[in-house]
């Protein structure tokens, strides 16, 4: 079973709409949660981290958590056909023995807004 | 100027040889990683260094060897490379081992053995 998984899609929304992208985790030492964004052949920026549970909000952006369930979800509003990109989903915290945290990530999710 | 900055971004090079990718940071960050990420976009952490010492290694064969001078650079050199190696490598810092939300990752270096 993987650490972190992801619905590899891709997604398919049209502008305008909501997308939703999840992600569930096995690991119980995962403390932080971390949704990156990378374009075609670009890097992996970081778009929105939560650690607690809940909702966090930041403009379009909303990163939802539920521990219990161990389930992390992005959800982007408005979306716009610049948001077409590759959305991975990684966990925080310092795993197994080591006393640096480090980033395990999914598989990714791609999402297409269509104008 | 770049805050991470990778070279080569790409790299052609045959099954058996040598090679090394150069990182550096400008960041004043203290915690440097090395990422690959493979052709179906998993991205899997690899090395990591803290204030120059080794922190984390992942089970990564012995080809490769991370290589800190300082806290600014970490590089990666890859003894006799295998068609299995050709993946995108991400270079990334962080502010420290712990704020794992300041991490910022170089443009990658696109490795191609043939």
């Known amino acids: 079973q993987k650490e972190v998984e992801q619905n590899s899609g891709p997604l398919s929304v049209p502008e305008g709409a909501i997308a939703s992208l999840n992600c569930t985790y096995s690991?119980?030492?995962?403390?932080?949660f971390f949704w990156y964004r990378q374009y075609s052949g670009k890097s992996p920026e970081l778009i929105m981290f939560?650690?607690?549970?809940g909702d966090k909000e930041d403009g379009r952006f909303t990163a939802q958590l539920n521990k219990a369930s161990q389930y992390v979800s992005l959800l982007i509003r408005d979306s716009q056909p610049s948001d077409s990109a590759t959305y991975l989903c990684?966990?925080?915290?310092?795993?197994?023995?080591?006393?640096?945290?480090?980033?395990?990530f999914g598989q990714g999710t791609t999402l297409q807004v269509k104008p | 100027d770049t805050a991470v900055s990778q070279t080569p971004k790409y790299l052609v090079t045959q099954m058996g040889n040598d090679k090394s990718i150069k990182c550096e940071q400008n960041?004043?960050?203290?915690?440097m990683y090395w990422y690959k990420q493979d052709s179906k976009k998993f991205l899997k952490i690899m090395f990591s260094?803290?204030?120059?010492?080794?922190?984390i290694n992942e089970t990564v064969p012995n080809r490769f060897s991370p290589k800190s001078p300082d806290k600014a650079h970490l590089n990666l050199h890859i003894n006799s490379l295998e068609l299995g190696d050709s993946a995108v490598y991400f270079c990334?810092?962080?502010?420290?081992?712990?704020?794992?939300?300041?991490?910022?990752f170089g443009e990658g270096s696109w490795l191609t053995v043939v």
């Open positions: 260094y803290n204030n120059k010492e080794l922190i």
């Open positions: 939560i650690y607690s549970n």
């Open positions: 690991d119980r030492g995962s403390q932080s």
């Open positions: 990684a966990g925080g915290g310092f795993h197994g023995s080591s006393n640096t945290g480090k980033l395990i």
């Open positions: 990334a810092s962080s502010q420290d081992g712990d704020r794992l939300n300041t991490i910022y």
């Open positions: 960041l004043g960050h203290d915690t």
